[in-house]
């Protein structure tokens, strides 16, 4: 039976966009998980001034309405550097929320699917607000807290939706979790096997370590990007970052960036690999609902002194140096630098499930932080065809 009281509309006004950035405040409110993103960052992220996804995407935004009422919002786009990459007609769905009603679900998602086909693209793939290298993936197990910064949160009732829909699993991405707490932030009570293994890996290749030089920013984020985008290459769904994304992260970064838990490896000079934690500021935002000003500065500064928690961002080594105990090195340098800094826990996400070697260095590595998997997401996918 067709709701002919539910419109889904696109977006054409700046009240229209406010209104998109708003919902999900509406949607969360009550619930102590949802961590309330900032207005005003996420104004830019939607803006194509100040976002420079949309210099390779196509993007449309959409409203879903009942009776006039807002219940709902989802994003329809393609990434062609995706595309042209992986030689896909893959088109993206993100930035969805609604009530717990499956009629506005089934709505929005058909809403993004047609927008899609109309387009040429021949499936349907997502959440990813707006691809992978930005929030991606649904929470379908670990609902018992907080996520860390930069990963994503939903209600449960989002799951069945999806799948009744017809999405099915495309990729898992999980999200380890170790205490750091045991050790007091004392080195001495680190591992000592740990400490042995990395020390030899150190002497056999020839490879030092270092936090990064905040002094030298600019010169250390083109070293990071160089390896980025070697080692994640073949990675399922990569899309390297553009210049203007690199500056764009980059500059972002730089306002949260703990210079000790940004460790570069180097060889001769080059970098062979990177790791980059950074301190979990959604144990911040959680407290200022959105806004800064004109106290939530103050609710800020107070509460990052308070931070616990760091996130595993960014690891990889280059293709040449792969599979020589570097990545296993980096990663008890990035637990380690975590320890000596404070921070009783470490997530480390998200990993792709069939990044076979990447899971196993993080639960050998990690055994004596207790490293585990507590958190799965999910990206889905459909095929678009052409009787729909």
């Known amino acids: 039976m067709i709701d002919r009281s539910l419109r889904i ?38 803006d194509p001034k100040h976002n420079p996804f949309f210099d390779h995407a196509d993007v449309a935004l959409w409203l ?6 807002l219940v709902g919002t989802i994003s ?44 040429g693209m021949t499936a349907l793939r997502g959440p990813l607000s707006f691809s992978q290298n930005h929030e991606c993936g649904l929470l379908v197990d670990g609902f018992d807290g907080p996520p860390a910064v930069m990963m994503t949160y939903n209600p449960r009732y989002y799951i069945d939706f999806y ?69 994640w290459e073949k990675n399922w769904g990569f899309v390297p970052l553009t210049d203007a994304e690199i500056e764009k992260l980059a500059a972002d970064l730089k306002q949260i960036l703990d210079p000790e838990l940004a460790i570069v490896a180097e060889i001769d000079g080059e970098p ?57 090195l980096l990663m008890f340098e990035a637990l380690r630098a975590a320890v000596l800094n404070g921070y009783q826990s470490i997530e480390m996400s998200w990993i792709l499930e069939n990044n076979d070697m990447m899971n196993r260095i993080i639960l050998n590595t990690g055994e004596p932080y207790g490293a585990h998997v507590y958190r799965t997401y999910r990206i889905y996918q459909m095929p678009i065809t052409s009787e729909e």
């Open 272 to 328: 062979v690999g990177v790791s980059i934690a950074i301190p979990d500021i959604n144990q911040v935002l959680m407290h200022l609902n959105g806004r800064l000003f004109p106290l939530g500065w103050l609710k800020a500064l107070w509460y990052a002194r308070k931070i616990t928690k760091a996130r595993l961002l960014i690891m990889g080594v280059v293709n040449q140096y792969r599979g020589r105990g570097i990545e296993a």
């Open 64 to 69: 879903a309405r009942r009776n006039g009422e």
């Open 163 to 231: 799948e009744r829909f017809g999405l099915t699993k495309a990729m898992d991405l999980y999200a380890y979790i170790g205490d750091l707490a045991q050790f007091g932030g004392d080195p001495a009570t680190l591992p000592v096997k740990l400490v042995r293994v990395t020390e030899k890996v150190k002497k056999r290749i020839g490879i030092i370590t270092r936090p990064a030089n905040m002094k030298a920013y600019a010169e250390e984020i083109e070293r990071a990007e160089r390896v980025y985008n070697q080692a």
């Open 76 to 119: 329809s786009h393609i990434d062609h550097l995706h595309n042209q990459l992986h030689d896909d007609k893959i088109g993206m769905f993100g930035h969805f929320e609604m009530v717990n009603d499956y009629a506005v679900a089934e709505a929005l998602l058909s809403t993004a699917r047609d927008w899609l086909g109309k387009q």
């Open 9 to 46: 509309e696109p977006i054409q006004s700046n009240q229209d966009i406010e209104e998109f950035i708003r919902f999900p405040f509406e949607v969360y409110r009550g619930d102590p998980n949802w961590v309330p993103f900032l207005l005003s960052e996420r104004r830019k992220f939607l």
